[in-house]
Antibody, heavy 127, light 110 residues
């Protein structure tokens, strides 16, 4: 049974960057999509973007375009999410999640369910 | 991309059935059968309960079911149990290769 183990909690200054890792143990993620989802304190879930490691293709939510970079290293079954220009509103728990995708004619890769979730990484942005 | 619309809260007594709605648009819920539902207990990671509108992953109780009509998807939980008390989120694929979540619904088992 695959598990996604994320890196530890981070405390960052406004304007800096954070890079969170997500390592698959007990399996690989090459044939799946890896999404990054965040949850601010007391708030709902927010999809940030994702990557399909076997193709290396990435997709980002419009809100985070230009500020987030998602990468994956298939050799170590590890995905990464880097968020730059941090502000206090970025304080949240960040989750990686493995999920399904399909190819949609004229639309590219369509992400859908997320069936295995990571352990979560708390990122606190404070001066 | 705007979030999908869910009721903030629903409640029910043990043994009863409840339904949580998730309203989107013709650009997401209405055009694709790619709605998923997640259960989240406090302090825990979300858990997939329904995918592709009405499919249950292995290990998820048959008390959970999903459906869709037009731009609105629904999650029904029958035979409510105390452990069903949690937050529930719908999620849909949206045009331009993105995913969008609902705002979440807090389920209280009375």
């Amino acid at each position: 049974q695959v598990q996604l183990v994320q890196s530890g909690a981070e405390v960052k200054k406004p304007g800096s960057s954070v890079k969170v890792s997500c390592k698959a143990s007990g399996g690989t993620f090459s044939n799946y999509a890896i999404s990054w989802v965040r949850q601010a304190p007391g708030q709902g879930l927010e999809w940030m973007g994702g990557i399909i490691p076997i193709f290396g293709t990435t997709n980002y939510a419009q809100k985070f375009q230009g500020r987030v970079t998602i990468t994956a290293d298939e050799s170590t079954s590890t995905a990464y999410m880097e968020l730059s220009s941090l502000r206090s509103e970025d304080t949240a728990v960040y989750y990686c999640a493995r999920g399904g995708y399909r190819y949609g004619y004229g639309e590219g890769y369509q992400y859908h369910y997320m069936d295995v979730w990571g352990t979560g990484t708390t990122v606190t942005v404070s001066s | 991309q705007s979030a999908l619309t869910q009721p903030a809260s629903v409640s029910g007594s043990p043994g009863q059935s409840i339904t949580i709605s998730c309203t989107g648009t013709s650009s997401d819920v209405g055009s694709y059968n790619l709605v998923s539902w997640y259960q989240q207990h406090p302090g825990k990671a979300p858990k997939l309960m329904i995918y592709e509108g009405n499919k249950r992953p292995s290990g998820v109780s048959s008390r959970f079911s999903g459906s869709k009509s037009g731009n609105t998807a629904s999650l029904t939980i029958s035979g409510l149990q105390a452990d069903d008390e949690a937050d529930y989120y719908c999620c849909s694929y949206a045009r331009s290769t993105t995913l969008v979540f609902g705002g979440g619904t807090k389920l209280t088992v009375l």
